[in-house]
């Protein structure tokens, strides 16, 4: 009986942390690069105290400070920049990740004594820097594969985390036992955590992390809607598998590039935007206990690289608007509390109140790509005293309670009415709001640009489709792109494709000459395997050259099944993906794949029509994935439809 109460209590601990206090506050934060040697310490701290935020992260590169072997150097910069952020009360994040070149070719730490290795690390960071860091983080990104060699790419597996951290985390806690541990930021999908969660790692960490970026998943799915569904599937699977009970979740990274790149690329007023957006959803999830922008800094003056514009500042310090929106919410952000959404039956427009230091705050927005809104707030208090009024990032103004709407005659003065108009940035309102509803909502058709988005390049490559019954052969996929140092093709992988079309459909049929077939993932999974990905795009007048459909095909152990990936218009219930066809014998797989037109957002299919195409093959025989057979490109190396190929509708 005795053992089983102590069993029951250590399992009932599990929904807690493990070490330290909860932190008073929101943890508001971003990510540096000081462990890298980049960025103006001074500068850069005093800003990130100045703008409100209470937290960092930072990496403690494995590589970097056991330059010789045995020998732990961490340099004057790196010390200086961890005393000044500690000096200035920022709750830091110390990663600790990625192989050594001194063990195992600097592969992930999974052999014996690599791990070992590693732990020591571990410990001696830990012991030498417990009184500037309030979090050790065991990992980045372990199954994303993030900085790790190239021949190593894509070999990082779940179950080898959990026993690597069930072999670090009790030595970290044995060198700084007042500090807390965060576990792997998880980047590659909801599979992940699930394993996580079944596998024990609660009891080894005090949070659990997450990287929530979707600013390239394409229409319905780059916006804060999708965020915050994302959210509350997290929850679920939490206290699915953990009694009922939340446990503490940090976001170490979520970002959006202000950069040039096609399709990915945001003005710096879209980041500021959603990144107001999704700091006041984020308190809408008590489990949610900090959230760090990646990154504080741009990396470089490169305005069409992705990876240089992520930054709430210039490289030289100047704030980007993101960086004013921060500096706006973060108050309300670390220490306000969220009270409701206000009921409106549009679920994209959001209606956000909090409570601020004894006041009222109302967040209004909605994620349409245009489009206005007018919303009016009725009052019912007897007193209605003024309210402040502004958007994110700017100074507010006061606004008396009384509202007429004289653009429409004969229309009645309301005292206790007050009337917004409301676009992507927030618009917040401060004040007793106790007894404030929601009176009227509309939505009015307003274009933010009038311009049109520049032309589509011309592509490369080009194949005709034919109607479905036509004679034709079928086209060979050429191009071939190792991974993992896998050398060149095998001479038994190949692959031909083409494309017919009806009124109402385009299909694809795709023969893959294969020596073996191998697929042991999930279908979101299964371009780790054999399997093939497709993209397609309207080429139609007036189309945005920005959205396309993007799917994978898979036999998986469900059978033969279709994932979209990215849609080409905003996700319904009403688009439900077409079984395909895949049959699997003596070494060649059949793939068929319908695409109703509705799903590019087409009426119909007829001759001249022009479409979009990128279409490649990935090869697994067992033991990794090791390339892939593409015609055209735009899905493999990038996200980027510039580089489709052309189908003609003939």
Known sequence: ?????????????????????????????????????????????????????????????????????????YGNFVEKAYTQAARRGLAMIFILAYGNRHYDNGNYPVRPETAEAFCRFAKHTARHFGDRAEFFQV?????????????FKDTGTSEAYVKFLKQVAPRIRAAAPQARIVANSISSGDRCLDYYLKNGVLEYVDYLAMHTYNFADGPGRDTVDAFAARLEKIRTMIRAANGGRDFPVFITEMGIPTSTAPRVGR?????????????????????????????????????????????LIRPDTTLKESAYVVADLSRLIRRGKFVRRLPVADRKLWLLQYELDGKDVLAA??????????????????????????????????????????????QPEWGNRLSITVRDMPVLIEGDLSRVTVAEVEKRDFPRFAATPPPLPEPEFSVAALPVGASGGMTPVNGYRPLNNAGPRCPEFAAEFMVRYDARNLYLTA???????????????????????????????????????????????????LYLRRFAIPETEALKPPVPEITVQEGKTVYKLTFPAEFLGMTGFARGDRLGLAFLVNDNDGSGRRGYLHWADGIGISKDPARFGLVELK
């Open 365 to 410: 927005f909605h994620t349409y790509p245009e489009d206005d809104f007018k919303i009016v707030l009725e009052n019912a208090s007897e007193t209605l005293p003024p309210v402040s009024v502004r958007h994110a990032g700017r100074a507010p103004l006061p606004r008396n309670w009384g509202y007429r709407d004289w653009l429409r005659k004969g």
């Open 139 to 151: 990992w980045n990104e372990w199954e994303g594969s993030t900085s790790m060699p190239a021949q």
């Open 511 to 561: 023969v893959v000459t294969d020596r073996s077939f191998f697929c042991d993932q999930p279908v979101e999974d299964a371009w780790t395997c054999d399997s093939i990905q497709v993209a397609v795009q309207s080429r139609a007048a007036g189309s945005d050259p920005g959205s396309w459909l993007e799917a994978d095909a898979a036999r998986t152990a469900k059978g033969a099944e």
């Open 267 to 311: 003005t710096e007023h879209q980041q500021a935007a959603q990144l107001a957006q999704i700091l006041l959803v984020c308190r809408m999830f008590d489990f949610l206990r900090g959230f760090w922008w990646y990154d504080f800094q741009d990396d470089n003056i490169k305005p069409e690289f992705t990876e240089s514009n992520y930054g």
């Open 1 to 73: 009986m005795k053992r089983t109460i102590i069993t029951l209590l250590a399992a009932a601990a599990l929904c807690v942390p493990l070490a330290g206090k909860e932190p008073e506050e929101f943890l508001l934060g971003a990510g540096f690069h000081f462990g890298s040697h980049t960025g103006d310490i001074e500068a850069n701290l005093d800003i990130a105290s100045r703008i409100g935020l209470n937290a960092g992260r930072d990496e403690r590169l494995w590589n970097a400070v056991e330059w010789n072997k045995g020998e732990y150097i």
